[in-house]
């Protein structure tokens, strides 16, 4: 299995997906980048994705989480579907995270990119799932991260850098 993104050009994720970009929630950049996976394995019933940053660490003191969805029936997401498309289940990102920087319903769906000190590299990791999960709407990243067990029939990552505003 290969997930694949026209967002992500030469390595780097285009500006409008983050800071850089023009869609903005609260201070958050909401316009969620499209992809499409590949190659998924015979009995794949759903996809989970999970969008994350480990080059946080340093900063924040944890992986900031960009998107996490669940129920994933298809396998493409268009740019901007976050928040618009009602076919899959979208968890609570970290724009809601240390101090409640956004409120969990502001927080649940795409949250772009936005690294503070240097060119951060973020992970799209993709899972074919046997089912489908119990997840309702603003889930938290335990709870995918436990749904899944037992359930990852295959898994697909893709990386792309972006670069801090200056």
């Given at each position: ?23 903005f ?11 499409e996976?590949?190659d998924?394995?015979e009995g794949?019933?759903s996809?989970?994705?999970i ?10 003191g ?35 995270g240390i ?11 795409y949250?772009?990119?936005a ?8 992970t ?5 799932l ?5 997840l309702g ?12 067990e037992?359930?990852?029939?295959d898994?697909a ?6 670069e801090?505003?200056?």
């Amino acid at each position: 299995m290969r997930v694949t993104s026209t967002g992500v050009v030469d390595g780097a994720i285009m500006e409008r997906y983050g800071a850089k970009g023009s869609e903005f929630i609260e201070g958050m950049p909401s316009l969620s980048i499209p992809f499409e996976i590949v190659d998924a394995p015979e009995g794949t019933v759903s996809f989970a994705v999970i969008l994350e940053d480990y080059d946080a660490v340093p900063v924040c003191g944890f992986d900031w989480i960009h998107w996490i969805l669940c129920n994933l029936k298809r396998t493409s997401v268009s740019e901007g579907e976050s928040r618009r498309s009602d076919d899959f289940t979208e968890g609570c990102n970290s724009w809601h995270g240390i101090g409640d920087v956004l409120s969990r319903e502001t927080a649940t769906g795409y949250g772009g990119m936005a690294p503070p000190d240097k060119t951060h590299r973020y992970t799209l990791s993709v899972y074919a799932l046997d089912c489908e999960l119990g997840l309702g709407k603003g889930f938290f990243l335990n709870e995918l991260m436990f749904g899944m067990e037992g359930h990852v029939l295959d898994h697909a990552r893709l990386v792309g850098t972006y670069e801090p505003t200056r």
